[in-house]
């Protein structure tokens, strides 16, 4: 199962590098170059259809382009759950229909949905709720080995950067604590933030 297949990946010592896919097409080339996942991205997909903010990609959309991503290739593809289109009792129908197209995975974020150039994100406790949800949900689908990964945007939220790692990395292990297979905390920007990202986490 591509589920297993990416649990495998992601638990090696190689590190598992993941383009991302927009489209069939792009799916196709990713996986022709030798890539043995694929990543799939709300943000793309919004610019791939011209739409003028990711947060205009219904839940119906993103099903379907994953849908047809991940029937184009025979490597595993992580889909893009956004928020996961709601609270937890919303996450739950959320995380079976991506079980339904055939992903081996799926992001879920902590930021807040935006129109303007704005970042903020939700509670700390409504996104461990919606981790857990995500991981008994697919338990109760029968995929025990499908990916759920927690992404932060904690770090761009906060005017210190400092403080905003900081929070980033407990955010990070608490989504981990709630079930998360792994956590994705975004614009780390060099070295050194990823090796204390790396650190804390291991530590904690």
Same mark, same amino acid.
């Given at each position: ?7 495998n ?12 896919a927009?489209?069939?097409i ?41 849908r ?14 956004? +928020?996961? &289109?709601? /609270?937890? @009792?919303?996450?739950? !129908? ?7 197209? =055939? $992903? ?11 129109r ?14 919606k ?28 005017? +210190?950067? &400092?403080? /905003?790692? @900081?929070?980033?990395? !407990? ?5 981990i604590?709630? =079930? $998360? ?24």
């Amino acid at each position: 199962m591509k589920t297993k297949i990416l649990k495998n990946l992601l638990n090696s010592s190689e590190t598992l590098v993941m383009p991302d896919a927009y489209d069939p097409i792009s799916a196709k080339l990713i996986e022709n170059a030798g890539f043995k996942a694929v990543q799939c991205s709300g943000y793309s997909f919004s610019i791939a259809a011209g739409y003028n903010n990711e947060i205009d990609v219904t839940l119906d959309e993103n099903l379907e382009w994953t849908r047809r991503i991940v029937e184009s290739v025979d490597v595993p593809v992580m889909a893009d759950a956004e +928020d996961g &289109y709601g /609270g937890p @009792e919303v996450v739950m !129908e959320t995380v079976k229909k991506f079980v339904q197209t =055939g $992903a081996a995975g799926l992001n879920i974020e902590d930021q807040i949905p935006c129109r303007k150039n704005c970042v903020s994100v939700v509670d700390v406790d409504l996104m461990t709720e919606k981790i857990r949800v995500a991981k008994e949900t697919a338990e109760i689908e029968a995929k025990p080995d499908f990916i759920i990964n927690g992404r932060t945007d904690a770090l761009r939220s906060t005017v +210190d950067r &400092y403080e /905003g790692l @900081e929070i980033a990395i !407990e955010r990070a292990n608490q989504y981990i604590e709630a =079930g $998360a297979d792994l956590t994705f905390i975004t614009y780390v920007a060099t070295f050194n933030e990823v090796k204390k990202s790396r650190k804390k986490s291991k530590d904690q």
